[in-house]
């Protein structure tokens, strides 16, 4: 019997937690300039008397949803996937699309907690094919790309 963490046939071997960890570290140090110039932009701007901190923080929401979901459903995976070497795919094993992408990241908000996606990695190793909560919603898999 093949070993319970590869996936259905033909779609390779589940990406586990250490990799889908750096993943996320690499993108957030891609993204982290974003952040930071969209604070330094609006962070300390008035508008009418109201401060536009909250603005600079829905804006940087706005762009890491984006940036996640362009790059999984444009090319299958982030910066930080595509270094490590991970994809992601429906469970049927076509192509991540906009939509697949758009649950997984929103689902982000949730895995994320309570503490730097602990929820989710638990979810992971009690996943026979490694899903967060995300994936499972989404019908996707995040696997190791094969050579």
């Not at 999984?72 to 991540?96: H, N, Q, R």
């Not at 309570?114 to 499972?136: C, E, H, I, K, T």
Request: hydrophobic share 50%; with cysteine; glycine share 10%.
């Amino acid at each position: 019997m093949e070993n319970h963490r590869t996936i259905m046939s033909g779609l390779g071997r589940a990406a586990g937690i250490g990799s889908r960890c750096a993943a996320i570290l690499i993108d957030g140090l891609v993204f982290l300039p974003v952040a930071y110039l969209t604070a330094a932009i609006l962070g300390n701007s008035w508008s009418d008397g109201f401060a536009l901190e909250g603005l600079s923080l829905y804006l940087t929401m706005l762009l890491s949803f984006a940036y996640y979901v362009y790059f999984e459903s444009a090319i299958g995976a982030t910066i930080g996937k595509m270094m490590i070497g991970l994809k992601v795919v429906k469970t049927d094993g076509s192509p991540c699309d906009v939509r697949s992408s758009a649950i997984r990241t929103i689902c982000r908000l949730i895995d994320g907690l309570p503490f730097a996606y602990l929820l989710g990695a638990v979810m992971v190793w009690l996943s026979p094919v490694n899903q967060r909560l995300g994936d499972r919603l989404a019908g996707t898999v995040v696997i190791r790309k094969q050579p």
